[in-house]
């Protein structure tokens, strides 16, 4: 089985900044686009921020430099480093990994149970 485990989501003030990780651990051969997603209430779930295998990013304009994506391939992990937070950043992020159990298998995506991120104003 695959897991993705997030963690650093909290509560924050406007101006504030957090630090968001989520691990992929379990039977893993290849993992391709690493990703951010986030629901707010009453909202659709909107990509935030996406990275490749060898690094390509891609941001929502609603969070073009102040978020920053990354990875570490060695460990399976994404990160998202959030800076300048405002009350509408608030929302259940998610990570979602694409993945490859075996060398062969078809590639699927894998998401994160979410992780509450709430700024206050």
């Known amino acids: 089985q695959v897991q993705l485990v997030e963690s650093g989501g909290g509560l924050v003030q406007a101006g504030g900044s957090l630090r968001l990780s989520c691990a992929a651990s379990g039977s893993i051969f290849r993992i391709n686009a690493m990703g951010w997603y986030r629901q707010a209430p009453e909202k659709q779930r909107e990509l935030v921020a996406i990275?490749?295998?060898?690094?390509?990013?891609n941001y929502a304009d609603s969070v073009k430099g102040r978020f920053t994506i990354s990875r570490d391939n060695a460990k399976n992990t994404v990160y998202l480093q959030m800076n300048s937070l405002k009350p509408e950043d608030t929302a259940v992020y998610y990570c979602y990994a694409h993945i490859a159990k075996r060398e062969y298998d078809p590639m699927f995506n894998y998401w994160g149970q979410g992780t509450q991120v709430t700024v206050s104003s």
């Open positions: 990275i490749t295998s060898g690094g390509s990013t």
